[in-house]
């Protein structure tokens, strides 16, 4: 991958071999996760799975692919957009954002539900 115009998804465009049917694997993951913990809100926002949890559903778990840069949003696109909607609502209800890869998650889930109690 020595194309400087990819993007790995953060697009929205998952039409490329290699991210094919991410999406769907990631909310797998995100079901069993979520399933294995004890964890009951499930969603999409614009196709991203996520998780809800805590007093009122205050905290997000936002489920990424393992390429994707979130602390270094470089374009306004669609996962910038999904970011800054879910930055919001924790802000606005005094909750914290958590961020779980897929790489992480599919292999070390236990370690993964250990970093999100930590925080």
Known sequence: MNDSSFVCGTD?????????????????????FAQSFGLSNTAEIKGLPIIKFGRNQRNVIMIVHPFWDLRNIREDNWLAEIKAGIDEYVAQSGGKLSIIDT??????????????IIR
């Open 12 to 32: 929205g465009n998952f039409d490329f071999i290699e991210l094919k049917d991410w999406l769907s694997f990631a909310a797998e993951l995100r079901n069993g």
């Open 103 to 116: 790489f992480n998650l599919h292999r070390r889930p236990g370690w993964c539900y250990e970093r999100l």
